[in-house]
């Protein structure tokens, strides 16, 4: 297999077995016709990205039943509202022009009704939640070709935002070109991901799924950036997603860039070498095995808090099913009264969570855990971490 940004060899060092699409929660009548791949995870020696294998088509993926909606989170509304706050301050002019790519249910945008802004976002159910906010969208995949429509009808962007979108999409070379011919020359682009650093430190393996094709680091990042004729200047680690980083870019080189303070930064990350991932995916089979020891004695009186898309990752790598974990309560609509994909553990409303009382539970949201600690504090449970 070859890196898709550099076509170098990449080397494997992650096999999560055979999964199903993971945010594809399923009615009964859906059992026979279940959609699998195969979850491997490779780095580039090159480039140092991260990356999975196999993969599914993204309109397998983004399409009218995407599960994943924004605003499901009051934290992550909060964090976002204080991006956009920091985004009209110092980057948008009060006339200025702002694109979301991955706009979802336009959560986001919501914070910019005052000025000229455009979502771009494929799922066609997130989108329409976005439309019926009065927020600006497309129902498109972003790619170069795209990039030539918006700048006809709408011209081009002051700033470009990607929230957990980026590592998303699997036409890097498209995309980047895209956001290149996109930005005005002194245009920056606001890239915020889960940071591959942390999913090391915390052996949060559960980050990887069909979604998630791409993982970066600092040092990845900014080679992956200078290949495109654009430079990264800043960045910025946020405490949400199980640890984030913010990438702030520049396609010209007018933003004052601290190569002290990123080089440093990449030296302390210290993800250019293949040995700290062999090391990482050694860990990952120890985590299974903590897993299953501390569920198994329970017997099935074990429940899972959050239908999360990480969760697909882990019930299907530790093979948990409905005998392990009997149901898996969540407050998605969408969600609930379906099925897990893969393992197919039953997903419930939230509300009857406080009417059953269950007393071993998975937080598989453990990346909400702040906010649903707030929420639940008091209770007498025994929280379960699946990584
Ligand atoms: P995410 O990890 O992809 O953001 O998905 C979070 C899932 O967890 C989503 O399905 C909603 C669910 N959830 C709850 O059920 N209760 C909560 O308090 C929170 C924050 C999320
Ligand atoms: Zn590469």
Not at 58 to 65: P, Q, V, Y
Not at 183 to 212: C, R
Not at 354 to 361: L, Q, S, Y
Request: hydrophobic share 35%; aromatic share 14%.
């Amino acid at each position: 297999m070859e890196c898709r940004i550099c076509n170098t060899t990449l080397k494997r060092f992650l096999d999560l077995g055979r999964q199903p699409i993971a945010n594809n929660f399923l009615a009964n009548g859906d059992l026979t016709n279940e959609t699998f791949y195969h979850l491997e995870v490779f780095f580039c020696p090159e480039c140092y990205t991260v990356q999975i294998g196999d993969c599914p088509a993204k309109e397998d993926i983004f399409n009218e039943e995407y599960a994943f909606f924004t605003s499901t989170s009051e934290y992550m509304k909060r964090h976002f509202k204080m991006l956009a706050d920091e985004i009209k301050e110092k980057y948008l002019p009060n006339n200025g022009f702002i694109v979301e790519i991955g706009s979802n249910d336009g959560t986001f945008l919501s914070n910019f009704r005052e000025h000229s802004h455009l979502g771009i976002e494929p799922s066609r159910n997130v989108y329409k939640c976005a439309r019926e906010r009065k927020i600006s969208c497309w129902n498109n995949f972003f790619d170069e070709e795209l990039t030539d429509e918006i700048i006809e009808y709408c011209g081009q962007a002051d700033v470009v935002v990607t929230t957990n979108c980026f590592p998303h999409m699997i036409d890097r070379d498209s995309v980047l070109k895209g956001i290149k011919k996109l930005l005005k020359p002194k245009g920056v682009w606001i890239n915020e991901e889960a940071y591959l650093n942390n999913i090391l430190n915390m052996t949060s393996y559960d980050q990887f799924y069909n979604e998630h094709i791409f993982f970066s680091s600092v040092a990845s990042f900014r080679k992956t950036m200078s290949m495109y004729g654009m430079s990264l200047y800043a960045i910025e680690q946020v405490p949400v997603h199980g640890g984030s980083i913010i990438f702030y870019t520049s396609c010209t080189d007018h933003m004052p860039v601290s190569h002290f303070g990123l080089d440093y930064f990449e030296s302390i990350e210290n993800l250019d070498y293949f040995e700290r991932f062999q090391i990482f995916a050694e860990k990952v089979k120890q985590k299974r095995k903590d897993l299953l020891n501390k569920i198994f004695p329970l017997k099935g009186d074990v429940v899972g808090y959050g239908a999360t898309a990480k969760s697909t990752t882990v019930l299907n790598y530790c093979k948990i099913g409905n005998n392990l974990i009997s149901k898996i309560y969540d407050t998605t609509p969408i969600k609930q009264g379906k099925l897990s994909p893969g393992m197919h553990v039953s997903i419930v409303p939230y509300y009857k969570f406080e009417r059953d009382k269950p007393k071993n539970v998975v937080l598989f949201a453990w990346n909400h855990m702040t906010e649903i600690m707030e929420k639940e504090n008091g209770r007498d449970i025994n929280w379960i971490l699946p990584i």
